[in-house]
């Protein structure tokens, strides 16, 4: 497995405009709460998608990537490792060309499917961090 580029990911992150969020939690003290604020602070419109919420930092929350009515540009992932294979199935579905798996979450199962279906994947990787260090505030 390989990411992008800096500057491939750099490209990626000034060319999204919205930003479907897998695993959203609506508890401020996750990390996946305070990392899709950061990004929504940022100028980014978030779509939580995740089954057990309604809504999440002021955004209607669907149960899962098919659901969501509206296009997409980037997929960003906070769940478990093993359950990347499934979202990357659902992900192909969409017209999202960016799945971004968080920091710790990587799988290589998900990673050749998607790649397969010609999508841009970046595994193992703060969207936050990425973000701070290549676009700055």
Not at 47 to 60: A, H
Not at 67 to 84: A, K, Q
Request: charge should be negative.
């Amino acid at each position: 497995m390989q990411n992008p580029t800096n500057e491939e990911i750099k490209e990626v992150l000034e060319n999204a405009k919205t930003i479907a969020v897998v695993g959203l939690s609506n508890n401020p003290d996750r990390t996946s709460y305070q990392v899709t604020k950061a990004m929504q602070d940022a100028g980014y419109r978030i779509i939580p998608v995740n089954p057990t919420v309604d809504e999440v930092l002021g955004e209607k929350a669907y149960p899962s990537l098919r659901d969501v009515p509206e296009s997409f540009d980037i997929i960003n992932v906070f769940r478990r490792s093993e359950f990347l294979p499934e979202i990357a199935k659902e992900a192909v579905q969409t017209d999202a060309n960016v799945f971004w798996a968080q920091q710790g979450v990587e799988n290589e199962e998900a990673y050749h499917y998607l790649k397969e279906h010609d999508v841009t994947v970046i595994m193992d990787t703060c969207i936050k961090v990425a973000h701070s260090v290549l676009i700055g505030k």
